[in-house]
């Protein structure tokens, strides 16, 4: 058959129409596989788009999780705050029932009022006669306080007295100390004065007592007794010059008689003058004036022997001669006696006045001590007084801080009671005016965004659901495409049916056709310009679908770290 058409259009020179009916067929195959290589496309995009709205999905799902747990979270939020409005309005309703409840009591109590001012006026005398025990009774408290203040103004003053007796105490120290300081001066200046006149003393009783030893041996070798050949004259003479060296002593006397009471006299006399000077005589001194004393009374008995002997002489000489020379052996060993007596008695006043003078210096070097000791207590009393005028300064300083501070502080908190209590009042109306407004602000933020979160999830579930459609109708318009390409190929085919059967046909009719395919042509080609453009739209709608996930994701991420905030 193929040949027979060969033949045929060769008898009929239709080959060149042949041959571009050929190309036209190459070009429609060549379309229709570009067609299915768009449909391949479009296939891989629809598998693609199918992932991407699986991942939307998933991705809604985890963002409806997400929402879940935060609208379960403010439900709980709204929950607590439901109840504590509802406690809010329990409150309020009980204050209220409290209002009704005084009110009604209010009312009761005027009504019992009004009762009793018509019923009884002796309620009203007797409420009268209470108010008057109050304002009694007020009367005495105030009579009473200002008995407590009386009570602080005694105080205060006892309190004063106190001080000004500290202060008067503290001056009497003063003038102590100030009177101590001139004796102390008074001894420096008396000590040596005192020095002076003890030695001075010293040297005059040294001079006076001291007795001279010369003049002591010059009459104890120069007086003899007499012998035998005296007369009872001669006798009495010798016992005068007797009586005369046993006086050497003391002073001269006269008669024998006497000569024994002034001896007597003159013992009593030294043994007076030495206890009177010598306030602080030794065992020894003592000791000589009692040899002193005996002495003296040998003296007198051998006085009385001689009177006893010149008694006897005048009746017998010879007696008297013995009797004389046994009063004249008598006489040289009484004044032998009394010689040495005398010269141990000048040495034992001589000691004396030496351990007066040793004991005198030891009495100034103890006033000396006691001296600096006064002057080492009169410093440590000075140390005192200023250790007292320290601590009493601070104390009276602080005395009258305390009397003066009840009064500066009952002002003060009258003054600031005063002044205060308006402002505490406006400040804490302020700070409940700004915790309302605070508290306020607060939940409108929170609504604010809450509101704003919701409207972004609108919005993107608003582009969610566009971009669904404009896919939903692209896929439309390629299904229709494909359908009007479909329906080309059907067409291309019967005319190419209809040009094989139309071989026979004249050359116009062969124009004709060929006029009618390029047609056909130019619409494919505008369908394939369509399909480009839908593409691209189809490539921009992916883009954006893209843009939306990251969008989505950066949401999921900050609700994720909301969620973590809240969390902890």
């Known amino acids: 058959m193929m040949l027979l058409l060969l033949l045929l259009l060769l008898q009929l020179q239709l080959l060149p129409l042949l041959l571009l ?12 596989l570009l067609l299915l290589l768009l449909l391949l496309l479009l296939l891989l995009l629809q598998l693609l788009l199918l992932l991407l709205l699986q991942l939307l999905l998933l991705l809604l799902l985890l963002l409806l999780l997400l929402l879940l747990r935060l609208l379960l979270r403010l439900l709980l939020l709204l929950l607590l ?24 009591l209010l009312l009761l109590l005027q009504l019992l009022i009004l009762l009793l001012l018509l019923l009884q006026p002796l309620l009203l005398l007797l409420v009268l006669q209470l108010l008057l025990l109050l304002q009694q009774l007020l009367l005495l408290m105030l009579l009473l306080l200002l008995l407590l203040l009386q009570l602080l103004l005694l105080l205060k003053l006892l309190i004063l007295l106190l001080l000004l007796c500290t202060l008067l105490l503290i001056l009497l120290l003063l003038l102590l100390l100030l009177l101590l300081q001139l004796l102390l001066l008074l001894l420096k200046l008396l000590l040596p004065l005192l020095l002076v006149v003890l030695v001075c003393y010293y040297i005059a009783t040294v001079t006076i007592t001291t007795p001279d030893s010369a003049t002591t041996t010059t009459t104890t070798t120069t007086t003899t007794c007499p012998t035998t050949t005296i007369t009872t004259t001669s006798l009495i003479t010798t016992t005068a010059t007797a009586t005369t060296t046993t006086a050497t002593t003391t002073t001269t006397t006269t008669t024998t008689t006497t000569t024994t009471t002034t001896t007597t006299t003159t013992t009593t006399t030294t043994t007076t003058t030495i206890t009177t000077t010598t306030t602080a005589a030794t065992t020894a001194a003592a000791a000589a004036a009692t040899a002193a004393n005996a002495t003296a009374a040998a003296a007198t008995a051998s006085n009385a022997a001689a009177t006893s002997a010149a008694a006897s002489a005048a009746a017998t000489p010879a007696a008297a001669i013995a009797a004389t020379n046994a009063a004249a052996t008598a006489c040289t060993a009484a004044t032998t006696t009394t010689t040495t007596t005398a010269a141990t008695a000048a040495a034992a006043t001589s000691a004396t006045d030496l351990l007066l003078l040793l004991l005198l210096l030891l009495l100034l070097l103890l006033m000396m001590l006691l001296v600096l000791l006064l002057l080492q207590l ?3 009393l000075q140390q005192l007084i200023i250790l007292l005028l320290q601590l009493l300064l601070p104390l009276l300083l602080l005395m009258l801080l305390l009397l003066l501070l009840p009064l500066l502080l009952q002002l003060l908190l009258l003054l600031l009671l005063l002044l205060l209590l308006p402002l505490l009042l406006l400040l804490l109306l302020l700070l409940l005016l700004l915790l309302l407004l605070l508290l306020l602000l607060l939940l409108l933020l929170l609504l604010l965004l809450l509101l704003l979160l919701l409207l972004l999830l609108l919005q993107l579930l608003l582009l969610l659901l566009l971009l669904l459609l404009q896919l939903l109708l692209l896929l439309l318009l390629l299904l229709l495409l494909l359908l009007l390409l479909l329906l080309l190929l059907l067409l291309l085919l019967l005319l190419l049916l209809l040009l094989l059967l139309l071989l026979l046909l004249p050359q116009l009719l062969l124009m004709l056709l060929l006029l009618l395919l390029l047609q056909l042509l ?27 996930l990251f969008l989505l994701l950066m949401l999921l991420l900050l609700l994720l770290l909301l969620d973590a905030a809240i969390l902890t």
């Not at 080609?525 to 954006?544: A, M, V, Y």
């Open 21 to 32: 009916l050929l190309l036209l067929l190459l070009q429609l195959l060549l379309l229709l």
């Open 378 to 380: 009169i410093l440590l």
């Open 81 to 104: 705050l439901l109840l504590l409005l509802l406690l809010l309005v329990l409150l309020l309703l009980l204050l209220l029932l409290l209002l009704l409840l005084l009110l009604l």
């Open 522 to 548: 130019l619409l494919l080609q505008q369908l394939l310009i369509l399909l480009l453009l839908l593409l691209l739209q189809l490539l921009l709608l992916l883009q954006l679908l893209l843009l939306l």
